[in-house]
T-cell receptor, first 117, second 110 residues
Framework: GAVVSQHPSWVICKSGTSVKIECRSL??????MFWYRQFPKQSLMLMAT?????????EQGVEKDKFLINHASLTLSTLTVTSAHPEDSSFYIC?????????????FGPGTRLTVL | QKEVEQNSGPLSVPEGAIASLNCTYS??????FFWYRQYSGKSPELIMS????GDKEDGRFTAQLNKASQYVSLLIRDSQPSDSATYLC??????????FGAGTTVTVRA
């Protein structure tokens, strides 16, 4: 399967600081990447769709000025959580859309666990 | 996002038994369906994808799709302790977004 990496795998920061999370597709080009958030004991919730070379589209209720997304190349998307607060503590997971052999599949990164103190 | 419902867990099965997981979805126009496995503290990994009505088998896993009933299921045969995880049903919309169910936690008893 396709490989997607995320960095960092975990981060602890103070309230009010900004945190950047990187998502990379390692062996394929991804025109579309997705960012999810997962709180404990809950399922994945889509936050935004990241398209290479254009602005990200955000799901209802997700603040675009707080969660900045940049998809600067076909293999890299970044999510910056600005002015993070304890309620932003969560497991952030990206996925990259791969079109291979006539199929279209999302492959997930390993996730980034954010803890805001 | 569209609604995806999974049967409530947790589901506990003895080793070697069949685990049966169910999922229903609200968007009748959906065409692509996925089962992901998620171990605690890890991200989801794709187990099965299914696009046509009927059964699709891959090793010990069988996915079943019935678009008329808006129903997807996953059978795990000969369950192993390593199958203990949360299984997520996902439905893809025409804009390639995935909607996930809440997940069913499966525990395989040795």
């Amino acid at each position: 399967g396709a490989v997607v990496s995320q960095h960092p795998s975990w981060v602890i920061c103070k309230s009010g600081t900004s945190v950047k999370i990187e998502c990379r597709s390692l062996d394929f080009q991804a025109t579309t990447m997705f960012w999810y958030r997962q709180f404990p004991k809950q399922s994945l919730m889509l936050m935004a769709t990241s398209n290479e070379g254009s602005k990200a589209t955000y799901e209802q209720g997700v603040e675009k000025d707080k969660f900045l997304i940049n998809h600067a190349s076909l293999t890299l998307s970044t999510l910056t959580v600005t002015s993070a607060h304890p309620e932003d503590s969560s497991f952030y997971i990206c996925s990259a859309r791969a079109e291979r052999g006539g199929t279209d599949t999302q492959y997930f990164g390993p996730g980034t666990r954010l803890t805001v103190l | 996002q569209k609604e995806v419902e999974q049967n409530s867990g947790p589901l506990s099965v003895p080793e070697g038994a069949i685990a049966s997981l169910n999922c229903t979805y609200s968007d009748r126009g959906s065409q692509s369906f996925f089962w992901y496995r998620q171990y605690s503290g890890k991200s989801p990994e794709l187990i099965m994808s299914i696009y046509s009505n009927g059964d699709k088998e891959d090793g010990r896993f069988t996915a079943q799709l019935n678009k008329a009933s808006q129903y997807v299921s996953l059978l795990i045969r000969d369950s192993q302790p390593s199958d203990s995880a949360t299984y997520l049903c996902a439905v893809r919309s025409n804009d390639y977004k995935l909607s996930f169910g809440a997940g069913t936690t499966v525990t395989v008893r040795a």
